[in-house]
Every structure is written in structure tokens, then in C-alpha cells.
């Protein structure tokens, strides 16, 4: 059986029972198929990454003890990523991708041309931790309750890079001079005239081109993690 990995929001240390909830005791008992005496990973960002081993697995309820740390909480900067909500396959795509390449935030962002069938919070948590728990990360990127556009843009402290269709300054110095910045891309329709004008004429958005072609949305957020990543990758002590 595969090394598992189990995101677990609970004080971890060395010795200590756990009571798995249901959706971890059904992914453990159905999915993987394991029994009393599994050892897998168990992690958070507060408490690091600890091995631990199953000592009940029964249909709605396990649990298991904490064995040993493996590695200690460290720190895990990423970006804020405002996004407009997309149709659900699209989304799922989106936020695993996202946190793949190391997203700190989560924003949706209500725009003109934006999908307006809402998703449920809580599923797309659990889609947030599964990819948490397959990218050997540590910390979880916080999802925020959907906002204006606007609003969101404004309570960002330094400021926004937008990718804009409409054409913008060239990405990588632009993320480069601006390394705190959050990221932005629009709906799949894209930005209204309005809403681009009123950006455009916002201080603190810096707007710039994703190149000749017209990239999906996710496509698009993508673009924008990756390069900053990049960036961040290169500047980074060693």
C-alpha cells in the first residue's frame, strides 16, 4: 500500500490518540482499503509532519496514535489569488492546480461576466486538502468568502498584478518589482469595459500581457502562479 498522507487539524505529538472524523475514517476504511495497524503520515502547519499508525478502524469511526516527527513546521509563504469562480470542473481544476504551486489565498471575486452558480464552501475545502495531502505540503491555503471585485482588490496592501487581455506591461518584471503583490485574473468572459477602466485606473493594479493568445481563466491563474513561483525560486537564500 502507498505511503498515505492525512491532513489532520489537531494538536500533534509524540504519543497522542486520535479520533478520526467520518470523511477520513471512509477515505481510509474504502478508498484505501487500510486496517489497524497502517502506518501512515499525518500533518498540519502548526505541528509539522508526524508518522503515525492506525489502532482502530471500524465503518464510521477510527483512530490512531502518534508516533514520531518526521519534519517540523516551517513556513510556507505563497500568494493571494484572486480569482472569479468558474463551472465546477473547471474550480476543482483551478484550486488543485493552485495549491500545487504553492498558493497562500484563495479569493473569489464576483465580476460581470462571472459564473453565478455558487459552490458549496465545504467541498471545495476538501478539494483544497486532497491536493494539500498529494503535494507534500504542509500548510492548507485559506479559502475567502467570495467578494466584490472591487473591495478585493482594494484590501489588497501591495497591491494586485492583473492579467489583462487587453494587454498589460511584460509579466516577469512586473512580478519581479513586484513580489508581494497578489495575482488577478478574470472570468471566463473576461472583465467588463467597466470594470477594466476602473482598474486600470487604480494605483495599485499593474496590469500585464499573458502574451499573443487568449488563455482560459484557469489557464490563465496558472500562467500567474507558475511565473511567480519561478521568480520567488530564483531570488530564494540558499
Same mark, same amino acid.
Given at each position: 500500500?502507498?505511503?498515505?498522507?492525512?491532513?489532520?487539524?489537531?494538536?500533534?505529538?509524540?504519543?497522542?490518540?486520535?479520533?478520526?472524523?467520518?470523511?477520513?475514517?471512509?477515505?481510509?476504511?474504502?478508498?484505501?482499503?487500510?486496517?489497524?495497524?497502517?502506518?501512515?503520515?499525518?500533518?498540519?502547519?502548526?505541528?509539522?509532519?508526524?508518522?503515525?499508525?492506525?489502532?482502530?478502524?471500524?465503518?464510521?469511526?477510527?483512530?490512531?496514535?502518534?508516533?514520531?516527527?518526521?519534519?517540523?513546521?516551517?513556513?510556507?509563504?505563497?500568494?493571494?489569488?484572486?480569482?472569479?469562480?468558474? %463551472? %465546477?470542473?473547471?474550480?476543482?481544476?483551478?484550486?488543485? %492546480?493552485?495549491?500545487?504551486?504553492?498558493?497562500?489565498?484563495?479569493?473569489?471575486?464576483?465580476?460581470?461576466?462571472?459564473?453565478?452558480?455558487?459552490? %458549496?464552501?465545504?467541498?471545495?475545502?476538501?478539494?483544497?486538502?486532497?491536493?494539500?495531502?498529494?503535494?507534500?505540503?504542509?500548510?492548507?491555503?485559506?479559502?475567502?468568502?467570495?467578494?466584490?471585485?472591487?473591495?478585493?482588490?482594494?484590501?489588497?496592501?501591495?497591491?494586485?498584478?492583473?492579467?489583462?487581455?487587453?494587454?498589460?506591461?511584460?509579466?516577469?518584471?512586473?512580478?519581479?518589482?513586484?513580489?508581494?503583490?497578489?495575482?488577478?485574473?478574470?472570468?471566463?468572459?473576461?472583465?467588463?469595459?467597466?470594470?477594466?477602466?476602473?482598474?486600470?485606473?487604480?494605483?495599485?493594479?499593474?496590469?500585464?500581457?499573458?502574451?499573443?493568445?487568449?488563455?482560459?481563466?484557469?489557464?490563465?491563474?496558472?500562467?500567474?502562479?507558475?511565473?511567480?513561483?519561478?521568480?520567488?525560486?530564483?531570488?530564494?537564500?540558499?
Amino acid at each position: 500500500m502507498r505511503d498515505t498522507r492525512l491532513h489532520l487539524d489537531q494538536p500533534l505529538e509524540a504519543g497522542v490518540a486520535l479520533a478520526l472524523d467520518a470523511a477520513a475514517t471512509h477515505y481510509l476504511r474504502a478508498v484505501l482499503r487500510a486496517r489497524a495497524g497502517h502506518r501512515l503520515r499525518v500533518f498540519n502547519a502548526r505541528d509539522g509532519e508526524w508518522r503515525a499508525r492506525l489502532t482502530g478502524l471500524e465503518r464510521h469511526a477510527g483512530t490512531l496514535e502518534v508516533e514520531d516527527r518526521l519534519r517540523p513546521a516551517t513556513p510556507e509563504p505563497g500568494p493571494t489569488l484572486l480569482f472569479a469562480p468558474l %463551472k %465546477k470542473g473547471h474550480l476543482d481544476w483551478l484550486l488543485e %492546480k493552485a495549491t500545487e504551486l504553492g498558493v497562500a489565498r484563495l479569493q473569489p471575486v464576483r465580476c460581470r461576466h462571472g459564473v453565478v452558480e455558487g459552490a %458549496k464552501p465545504e467541498r471545495l475545502e476538501q478539494r483544497i486538502v486532497e491536493a494539500v495531502e498529494q503535494s507534500e505540503r504542509l500548510s492548507v491555503p485559506a479559502l475567502l468568502p467570495e467578494a466584490d471585485l472591487a473591495a478585493a482588490v482594494e484590501a489588497q496592501p501591495d497591491g494586485v498584478v492583473m492579467a489583462d487581455e487587453a494587454g498589460g506591461a511584460a509579466l516577469l518584471p512586473t512580478l519581479a518589482a513586484h513580489p508581494a503583490a497578489a495575482l488577478l485574473v478574470g472570468p471566463e468572459g473576461g472583465f467588463s469595459a467597466e470594470e477594466r477602466a476602473a482598474l486600470r485606473r487604480t494605483a495599485n493594479v499593474f496590469p500585464v500581457s499573458l502574451g499573443p493568445t487568449i488563455l482560459r481563466a484557469e489557464t490563465a491563474a496558472l500562467m500567474l502562479l507558475a511565473c511567480h513561483r519561478a521568480g520567488m525560486t530564483e531570488t530564494a537564500p540558499r
